[in-house]
């Protein structure tokens, strides 16, 4: 592989070297960016204006980043948006915060590997600057100079600890342009203030001169991957040359950036808004990453091209359809913890903040009133929105491979790919999420590590999904980290509120389930033929965080059965939950066992069940089974 190769021969450090900082922003002049540098709006709210505001949203949602701001100046920072951890020994920048062993800051980063006992996202978490976000909102509502000075001296130190080129934190593109759009949102908030002397203004920009240089150099290979890598990388250069247009290469730097953005979305944004990924989260950080990318165009221009905004607006309308009234989604695909805009109190799962400010930048729709508006309102600033948008009917999006089915008391989500044209991220062919009074009280677990030993994969294969499946088998053959083959497809058919897919996925077997909406609920039918009349072990499972949740379900199969719920299982990940990239919480699976060549399970919420040999009764009513 071309990549593999260069790396091997030292081309990669070869055309991007080690440099000292000072070979890069040769000639800025701190004077004339301080006259004429592009403002974005939060360089133009009025702090003292703006302080009782946001103070009320912090005690509307429980979390104050003032209370954070001075956890992160004791040494302690939020990783994964999930819980605060020491990271004040002088090797912070290269210690991993997940398992605490540090990586060489002084070699090349080609010669490092993001795979290995370790993962490597562990390292990179704190160089994602997410800490910034906390320090200007700190800064928002008490006025207190300590969060600037914290915000630039922490720069400072990262700076001196990273030069360009050296080290993991210069691994990754993507990486390298969060950073730089955390840092250029921090230095638009403070650009006024005594803090941010003509010196640190050089600092920002050798930032962003090295950062540009470090992702054009291996741009094409962030294309190649077909998914966010790219699309950051892009406004990663769009970034750089919007806000410093006197760096060397900025005029094409930014031309280029904008040429692939718009390619990237054309190719990665489905026409019914779904994105490459195939993953809830990965969505949530594509509408951050183009909402970024449009006010940073909306700075010095107009709007991004008119292709590009009508392709954002898919995307949010998909993810805003997917949304409930708590801003939760049903979970599915790889999730690695990416919160790009950790903009207001609420917590991870809470969609609302990034989801409420695509609709505002994009459509001129605004949710219900919240602590969530706080990223709108630090992003866009005081925008014309008008109420929120009428509630959205049941969503069917055939080309993303997403159904979803709502009762008055739940939701169903069910997962049938019917094409990929990228890479799937997890066996989840058929998966079914259910949400019930307003719990999820069976969804996918999550991720918890891309790089964990002891089979927990990622949690990606069929058995950490809600699915039938034969002897324990995945629907694709895992291959590498990210590569299952073959791409199993789902054949769909819709019948009003009533669907049926299925698939070849499980060698010599037909795996086919039906989902639909009856008056009381869900039900939920699965049938696994062997199509030679073999016969195997055929088992259900429902993912779940509570016990009480899953005893909801009423399961009946058509042959002879055992049932078990299983909490907890010190390896191969059943049992476990993961709200959070990095950590995992005790769970429970409830599994349904058979053995036959050809197996029925039925399972029904909110209803009453009575399986017979042709057909069901819900309630009473009889549904034919075929």
């Excluded at 997917?322 to 989604?329: C, P």
């Excluded at 609420?346 to 400010?357: M, N, Q, T, Y």
């Excluded at 499972?541 to 042959?559: D, F, K, N, P, Y």
Aim: hydrophobic share 40%; glycine share 8%; charged share 25%.
């Amino acid at each position: 592989m071309r990549w593999a190769c260069e790396r091997r021969l030292g081309v990669w450090e070869w055309r991007s070297p080690l440099r000292p900082w000072k070979d890069f922003a040769v000639g800025f002049d701190p004077a004339a960016w301080r006259k004429s540098a592009p403002r974005l709006p939060i360089a133009l709210l009025d702090r003292a204006h703006l302080a009782p505001q946001l103070e009320a949203w912090s005690v509307a949602s429980g979390a104050t980043p003032v209370a954070e701001a001075d956890a992160f100046a004791r040494g302690y920072a939020r990783i994964f948006s999930h819980q605060l951890v020491e990271v004040g020994r002088p090797d912070r920048w290269t210690r991993n915060v997940l398992t605490g062993r540090s990586l060489d800051p002084r070699t090349h980063w080609s010669r490092l590997r993001d795979t290995g006992a370790d993962d490597i996202k562990g390292v990179w978490e704190l160089s994602r600057f997410s800490w910034a976000y906390a320090l200007v909102r700190a800064w928002l509502r008490d006025g207190d100079d300590r969060h600037v000075e914290l915000f630039w001296s922490t720069l400072e130190d990262w700076m001196a600890h990273n030069p360009p080129n050296r080290g993991p934190n210069w691994m990754c593109g993507q990486e390298a342009s969060f950073r730089l759009i955390a840092v250029t949102f921090a230095l638009q908030a403070f650009r006024e203030h005594p803090a941010t002397t003509d010196a640190r203004l050089a600092l920002a920009a050798r930032l962003a001169e090295a950062t540009a240089r470090r992702v054009a150099f291996h741009f094409d290979y962030a294309l190649s991957q077909q998914n966010n890598h790219g699309i950051a990388e892009a406004i990663g250069l769009q970034t750089a040359a919007t806000f410093w247009p006197s760096l060397a290469g900025a005029a094409d730097g930014y031309r280029r950036g904008m040429a692939a953005l718009a390619a990237q979305c054309a190719e990665l944004i489905g026409p019914d808004g779904g994105f490459s990924q195939h993953s809830t989260n990965y969505h949530r950080l594509l509408l951050q990453l183009l909402t970024w990318s449009e006010l940073v165009e909306r700075s010095v221009r107009d709007t991004l091209p008119e292709s590009v905004r009508a392709q954002a607006i898919a995307a949010t309308d998909f993810l805003a359809t997917l949304m409930e009234t708590d801003g939760t989604v049903p979970r599915y695909g790889c999730d690695d913890g990416a919160q790009l805009f950790p903009l207001s109190g609420c917590g991870f799962e809470d969609f609302r903040p990034a989801v409420g400010a695509a609709l505002a930048l994009f459509k001129g729709e605004r949710l219900p009133a919240g602590p969530w508006d706080e990223t709108a309102l630090l992003l866009l600033g005081p925008v014309a929105a008008s109420a929120a948008p009428a509630v959205r009917r049941p969503a069917v999006f055939r080309d993303a491979g997403v159904v979803e089915l709502r009762h008055p008391r739940g939701t169903l989500f069910f997962r049938a790919p019917t094409v990929f044209r990228t890479r799937p991220s997890q066996a989840d062919q058929l998966h079914v999420s259910l949400r019930w009074d307003g719990e999820w009280i069976a969804e996918d677990p999550g991720s918890f590590s891309y790089n964990e030993p002891d089979g927990w994969e990622g949690l990606a294969g069929s058995r950490f999904h809600n699915v039938a499946a034969v002897a324990d088998q995945d629907a694709m053959r895992r291959v590498g980290r990210f590569l299952w083959l073959p791409w199993t497809t789902c054949d769909l058919r819709v019948a009003h509120e009533d669907f049926t897919a299925a698939h070849r996925g499980f060698p010599g077997f037909k795996s086919e389930r039906r989902v639909l909406r009856v008056a009381g609920g869900f039900v939920i039918v699965d049938k696994l033929t062997g199509l030679l009349g073999q016969s195997a072990r055929h088992t259900l499972r429902w993912h779940g965080r509570t016990r009480a949740g899953l005893e909801q379900l009423t399961v009946a199969c058509s042959a002879a059965s055992t049932e078990d719920y299983v909490t907890a299982l010190p390896a191969g990940g059943e049992g476990w939950h993961s709200t959070h990239y990095g950590s995992k919480e005790p769970a429970w699976c409830r599994r349904i066992v058979a053995t036959g060549s050809r197996v029925t399970f039925v399972t029904a919420l909110g209803c009453s069940l009575r399986l017979e040999a042709k057909s069901f009764f819900v309630d009473g009513e009889e549904v034919p089974l075929e």
